[in-house]
């Protein structure tokens, strides 16, 4: 079964930086898909187990952007 989590993402300005969130994203455990948008603010997570919020967040400021929480 797959859960789909929505997370903001403040920092992303263009299409390299909506990649730079997925690719940091798909490294978790679990993850199976992941899409971002710069315009929207978000990034998408596709995932098989629960997913962590400060994981998430962890992978997005190694990333170079900030998620906010909630």
Do not use: W
Not at 32 to 58: W, Y
Request: include cysteine; glycine fraction near 8%; aromatic fraction near 4%.
């Amino acid at each position: 079964m797959s859960n789909k989590t929505t997370f903001t993402v403040e920092g992303m300005t263009c299409g390299h930086c909506e990649a730079a969130v997925v690719k940091a994203v798909k490294t978790l455990p679990g993850v199976k898909e992941a899409t971002a948008s710069f315009e929207q603010n978000r990034v998408i997570i596709t995932h098989e187990n629960d997913l962590h919020e400060e994981d998430v967040k962890q992978k997005i400021a190694e990333a170079g952007y900030t998620m906010i929480s909630g």
